[in-house]
């Protein structure tokens, strides 16, 4: 299929959007999936969620055919998501695998992300151009210092300072770049005790250094390898995100992820900032897709699991199982069960699993109802 004949990506269709499948087949579907394939990066960031799973090896990967075969047996696949580590470090892994998988998902018509840190040299990126739809890359450093501290701080032997400030420099330059190209480079920025006092400079460099077409906003919850940063109350959450919005460029996409407040909530303040956020011109609030369309696999291992950073246990092996049959018995496990819920009257699907954890560990949201409309 030509690209040209796509979609484009925009706060009105977002592929990697879980209500698509409620809109277009009535019910959830599998149409989403990630693939972990690498678990090498040369940087260890204090906020990286999978942080724990890095080597400084890659094991030897499952054929690529079998991968391609399981992506063959979804009819509903839109869009196919590229994480590690850092894909772009092992050129063996970007021209066995990585090239390859995008490739195939630009040929079906499926939408295309990487998750990289941008900060390897532009022609690595070259190979990936003319199959790629967005870049998904995290920026949460309000200075260079930031980045220097916290972008190495669970290293053992770091690169000399300059050095990293080197990284820096062509992470801001690559951007600019790839956005020149037509990417969608998309910078997600966690809401954490370290942001907080810097959000405006960040977005400012998003957009104006960087270019970046859209800005992600996610609350940082606790994950194995991140535990240590601070996350931010419901309170100091809620400010944030209103300090955001009074700030930022009403011309770039801003999109919000995994919040933790809903249009079933019983505080005014919550409904009053859903409100805004919904009434805000190229504001989008995503559900969460995992869980609800799409699925993670390690090209290593053949493990499929929900999230490449939860704790649930694996739901079956490519080796043995299609992703289809790992995706259902997924939607019949009593945690499923307890997070997956559809309110039509906002279009919302519900908590994810650290969502739950975090603030509302004893609410059963299937037995609530909205309190406001869209």
Same mark, same amino acid.
């Given at each position: 299929?030509?690209?040209?004949?796509?979609?484009?990506?925009?706060?009105n269709?977002?592929?990697?959007?879980?209500?698509?499948?409620?809109?277009?087949?009535?019910?959830?579907?599998?149409?989403?999936?990630?693939?972990?394939?690498?678990?090498?990066?040369?940087?260890?960031?204090?906020?990286?969620?999978?942080?724990?799973?890095?080597?400084?090896?890659?094991? *030897? /990967? %499952?054929?690529?055919?079998?991968? !391609?075969?399981?992506? =063959?047996?979804?009819?509903?696949? &839109?869009? #196919?998501?590229?994480?590690?580590?850092?894909?772009?470090?092992?050129?063996?892994?970007?021209?066995?695998?990585?090239?390859?998988?995008?490739?195939?998902?630009h040929e079906?018509?499926?939408?295309t992300?990487?998750?990289?840190?941008?900060?390897?040299?532009l022609?690595?990126?070259?190979?990936?151009?003319?199959?790629?739809?967005?870049?998904?890359?995290?920026?949460?450093?309000?200075?260079?210092?930031?980045?220097?501290?916290?972008?190495?701080?669970?290293?053992?032997?770091?690169?000399?300072?300059?050095?990293?400030?080197?990284?820096?420099?062509?992470?801001?330059?690559?951007? *600019? /770049? %790839?956005?020149?190209?037509?990417? !969608?480079?998309?910078? =997600?920025?966690?809401?954490?005790? &370290?942001? #907080?006092?810097?959000?405006?400079?960040?977005?400012?460099?998003?957009?104006?250094?960087?270019?970046?077409?859209?800005?992600?906003?996610?609350?940082?919850?606790?994950?194995?390898?991140?535990?240590?940063?601070?996350?931010?109350?419901?309170?100091?959450?809620?400010?944030?995100?209103?300090?955001?919005?009074?700030?930022?460029?009403?011309?770039?996409?801003?999109?919000?992820?995994?919040?933790?407040?809903y249009?079933?909530?019983?505080?005014?303040?919550?409904?009053?900032?859903?409100?805004?956020?919904?009434?805000?011109?190229?504001?989008?609030?995503?559900?969460?897709?995992?869980?609800?369309?799409?699925?993670?696999?390690?090209?290593?291992?053949?493990?499929?699991?929900?999230?490449?950073?939860?704790d649930?246990?694996?739901?079956?092996?490519?080796?043995?199982?299609?992703?289809?049959?790992?995706?259902?018995?997924?939607?019949?496990s009593?945690?499923?069960?307890?997070?997956?819920?559809?309110?039509?009257?906002?279009?919302?699907?519900?908590?994810?699993?650290?969502?739950?954890?975090?603030?509302?560990?004893?609410?059963?949201?299937?037995?609530?109802?909205?309190?406001?409309?869209?």
């Amino acid at each position: 299929m030509n690209s040209v004949t796509l979609q484009p990506i925009t706060p009105n269709y977002d592929p990697w959007e879980a209500y698509l499948d409620i809109e277009q087949y009535g019910k959830l579907q599998l149409t989403n999936v990630e693939f972990t394939t690498t678990t090498l990066c040369n940087m260890r960031c204090e906020h990286c969620a999978v942080g724990y799973t890095l080597q400084t090896k890659d094991p *030897k /990967a %499952l054929p690529l055919d079998l991968l !391609i075969q399981r992506l =063959e047996e979804i009819p509903h696949l &839109r869009s #196919l998501s590229i994480t590690g580590g850092e894909p772009m470090l092992s050129l063996k892994s970007v021209n066995e695998y990585v090239v390859p998988l995008l490739k195939y998902a630009h040929e079906r018509g499926v939408r295309t992300q990487i998750n990289s840190n941008l900060t390897l040299e532009l022609e690595r990126y070259e190979k990936i151009i003319p199959y790629l739809d967005v870049l998904h890359i995290s920026h949460n450093w309000g200075t260079v210092e930031d980045f220097v501290e916290g972008g190495f701080a669970m290293m053992e032997r770091k690169p000399t300072i300059a050095q990293r400030e080197k990284y820096f420099e062509r992470m801001i330059e690559n951007a *600019k /770049a %790839l956005a020149k190209m037509g990417v !969608i480079v998309s910078a =997600e920025t966690m809401l954490n005790k &370290r942001t #907080l006092p810097h959000l405006e400079k960040i977005h400012r460099q998003i957009v104006d250094e960087m270019h970046c077409k859209r800005h992600e906003v996610h609350p940082m919850y606790p994950s194995d390898f991140a535990s240590a940063l601070e996350t931010l109350s419901l309170d100091e959450l809620r400010e944030a995100i209103h300090h955001l919005l009074d700030i930022r460029d009403e011309n770039v996409w801003m999109l919000f992820g995994t919040l933790p407040f809903y249009p079933c909530s019983d505080k005014e303040e919550d409904l009053a900032l859903l409100k805004r956020l919904y009434s805000s011109k190229n504001v989008t609030v995503r559900n969460d897709p995992d869980g609800r369309s799409r699925l993670n696999v390690n090209i290593f291992t053949g493990d499929i699991i929900v999230t490449d950073f939860g704790d649930e246990p694996t739901l079956g092996n490519i080796q043995h199982n299609t992703l289809l049959e790992a995706y259902e018995k997924w939607m019949n496990s009593s945690l499923a069960k307890q997070l997956n819920c559809h309110c039509p009257a906002v279009q919302c699907l519900g908590p994810n699993v650290l969502v739950k954890n975090s603030y509302y560990r004893h609410v059963d949201f299937t037995v609530r109802k909205a309190n406001m409309t869209k």
